[in-house]
């Protein structure tokens, strides 16, 4: 049941964030349904291995930094099946530095870093909030602990 609220929620929200990047750009508001699969899957990978791969006093940062690499990876593997089977050119990152053939760049690996840490806190909120399971979700980023507020 997580895994469909997560899958739902990455979906939703990476096709927005997509819709908004284009309008921003002076596109047309669109993104491909491929793009919201992506997002379901790297919301639920993220937090997958966010719970099983890393203890609650593991950096934020370098959580961010495994959740872009998976994300990613994602971006590549789907990439690549576009340009290779589906021949649609769902994106083109060709025009942006530090590109690899158009499909995956440094600046987007950033920004889906950035994402990541949106992910965390949503996979850990849909945990605590609604299943209701514990610990209380806390974050370190450097010496500093955030931590979500208790349960009602």
């Not at 530095?97 to 840490?117: Q, T």
């Not at 949503?122 to 500093?144: C, H, L, S, T």
Request: charge should be negative; glycine fraction near 8%.
């Amino acid at each position: 049941m997580k895994n469909s609220i997560l899958f739902i929620i990455g979906f939703s929200l990476f096709m927005s964030i997509e819709c908004i990047f284009h309008f921003l750009h002076g596109e047309l508001a669109y993104s491909w349904i491929a793009s919201g699969f992506m997002g379901g899957v790297c919301l639920i990978l993220v937090d997958q291995i966010n719970d099983r791969w890393f203890g609650w006093d593991t950096q934020l940062i370098i959580q961010a930094i495994i959740g872009g690499i998976i994300c990613t990876s994602i971006e590549f593997i789907v990439g690549t099946l576009d340009r290779v089977v589906l021949h649609l050119h769902m994106w083109d990152y060709s025009f942006i530095p530090f590109n690899y053939k158009g499909i995956i760049c440094l600046p987007f690996s950033i920004a889906w870093c950035c994402l990541s840490i949106i992910a965390i806190f949503i996979g850990d909120a849909v945990r605590y909030y609604i299943f209701g399971e514990p610990p209380r979700p806390y974050y370190w980023i450097g010496n500093k602990k955030l931590e979500f507020k208790e349960r009602p």
